[in-house]
């Protein structure tokens, strides 16, 4: 896990930010691994983004025979409470694309607060939105509902598929309004570096470059601006020994 610090400073970034910097280092396919391939939905925008581990759960509230198992809710909040925060509850829907119920609402975000969560990223449903917000518990969802219907947790501590990425138990997870970052646990102790490094290289090169273009010609800017492309992307060869894409 990250020291305390090195969260603080990712949460400063947005996602694509981390992202810049994540896709330099990964062995994954950065196109379409790690990241929401379905839109996403942040009701909490104000609050910036959240980051933190995944505790993982799968519901099925159209199902009441769910509701008949004992101690359920006790054994899962138990393990979310064995879980070392701050943690990211990550929750697929197994009646999806159909839509019964919210697990999410006001009790059940006060709940995960007081017990390190610090938001959730639902393949389902919300509601009680300005009561989450009080809660401080940010959410990334797919829509909103009225009801909870049977929202009882079915699975957890298992791999989940959520907007069409698969996410483990335990995985670094940022997350904003663009949507969200699964991070392996292989990339993330160079996860701050890459991520400063590249925020800091597009803006001593090519956002330089756009940013000083009052009053020069357009074949000046464009000259500019391939120089200054080639100086980003020779920056990041140096860095991290590759093409120098972004």
């Known amino acids: 896990m990250l020291k305390h610090e090195d969260l603080l400073m990712l ?79 990550v929750v697929q829907d197994l009646d999806k694309p159909a839509t019964y119920g919210s697990f999410w609402g006001e009790v059940n975000s006060n709940i995960h607060r007081a017990l390190g969560c610090v938001g959730t990223i639902t393949d389902g449903a919300i509601r009680d939105v300005d009561e989450m917000c009080n809660a401080g518990f940010k959410a990334l969802a797919r829509r909103l509902a009225v009801g909870h219907a049977f929202a009882t947790p079915v699975k ?40 400063l490094f590249m925020d800091a290289n597009e803006c001593n090169t090519v956002i330089a470059v756009g940013r000083s273009a009052s009053g020069k010609s357009t074949q000046q800017i464009l000259e500019e601006m391939n120089l200054a492309s080639d100086r980003f992307a020779e920056a990041v060869k140096q860095k991290f020994g590759n093409k120098g894409e972004w």
């Not at 959520?162 to 138990?169: E, L, Q, S």
């Not at 995985?171 to 663009?178: G, N, P, R, S, V």
């Open 156 to 195: 957890w501590n298992c791999e989940v598929e959520v907007f069409g990425t698969k996410i483990k138990p335990g995985q670094l997870i940022h997350a904003d309004k663009h949507g969200f970052l699964a991070v392996p646990d292989e990339d993330q102790e160079k996860l701050l570096d890459a991520s």
């Open 11 to 89: 949460k400063r970034w947005n996602t694509p930010t981390v992202y810049n910097g994540w896709e330099q280092i990964t062995k994954c396919n950065a196109s379409r691994e790690g990241i929401n391939l379905e839109e996403t939905h942040d009701y909490m925008p104000q609050m910036g983004p959240m980051i933190g581990y995944a505790v993982t759960v799968t519901i099925q509230p159209g199902n009441p025979d769910h509701k008949k198992r004992e101690n359920v809710w006790k054994d899962y909040r138990d393990y979310i409470a064995s879980i070392p925060g701050p943690k990211i509850v």
